[in-house]
């Protein structure tokens, strides 16, 4: 382990424990989350200037100010995280694994800022978390997802989870494909040796998905995998 690792890793748990007592007191005051995602924010430029690294927002143009979106990006690193925080200009909210809730002032954090839990061995507690969150994506909402469902070992995508396209289905609201390119290089999945380097968050178009019939989920799934395969070509 480098000495950085051995300087950043403490740092990114003091951080996020102090950031997530922070978020954790303002979620009272802070009815729509928006604070609190402020808050976060805040924590990612921290992370990523300790860190050492540039995270660099490619086509910010494909967004339509007031315009609500379900974000849709590969998922190689922890670091994919703050990179999406300090770098997408507009307020979301996450669509995350149920355990990440079950963190310690973490999860406590994330359930007062809005976040999403999804539990998939529970399919009925997972339908209605979708439902509620395409009814506050459809009221202006935009939510981020990891159709891949967790970190992979490879640059190649790992096979895509359905949930998220069912609330953009349901929700009506445009996807935006993501692909982050980089992230792996400065935390590995499985690695604990922080490096610092660039990591590129490449927007493609949104994605329409009027028009789509709910049986088309898997349409629309292959459509944006393509999209996001071609932002990893950038």
Not at 63 to 69: A, D, E, F, N
Not at 88 to 102: D, G, M, N, V
Not at 114 to 127: E, H, L
Not at 196 to 221: E, H, Q, S
Request: proline share 6%.
């Amino acid at each position: 382990m480098s000495l950085r690792s051995l300087f950043v890793l403490p740092c990114y748990i003091i951080l996020t424990i102090g950031f997530s007592l922070i978020a954790l007191f303002v979620a009272f005051f802070d009815s729509n989350g928006n604070r609190s995602h402020r808050i976060a924010v805040l924590w990612a430029d921290l992370i990523l200037i300790i860190s050492g690294v540039r995270a660099q927002l490619f086509n910010p143009e494909v967004l339509i100010p007031g315009q609500s979106y379900i974000f849709a990006a590969n998922h190689r690193s922890a670091y994919d995280i703050p990179v999406l925080l300090a770098k997408l200009p507009i307020q979301f909210r996450w669509w995350a694994k149920e355990s990440l809730f079950k963190i310690p002032l973490f999860g406590w954090a994330m359930k007062r800022a809005g976040y999403f839990p999804i539990n998939r061995s529970n399919p009925r507690q997972a339908y209605q978390v979708l439902l509620m969150a395409a009814k506050k994506v459809s009221e202006g909402t935009s939510v981020v997802i990891f159709p891949e469902g967790t970190r992979q070992e490879t640059d190649h995508l790992g096979e895509f989870k359905k949930g998220g396209f069912v609330l953009a289905l349901k929700s009506k609201k445009p996807i935006v494909p993501i692909g982050i390119q980089g992230s792996a290089h400065v935390l590995s999945k499985n690695g604990f040796r922080i490096t610092p380097g660039t990591i590129k968050i490449v927007l493609g178009n949104p994605i329409p998905t009027k028009g789509y019939r709910p049986k088309d989920a898997d349409i629309l799934m292959q459509k944006v995998r393509g999209a996001i395969e071609e932002n990893l070509k950038h």
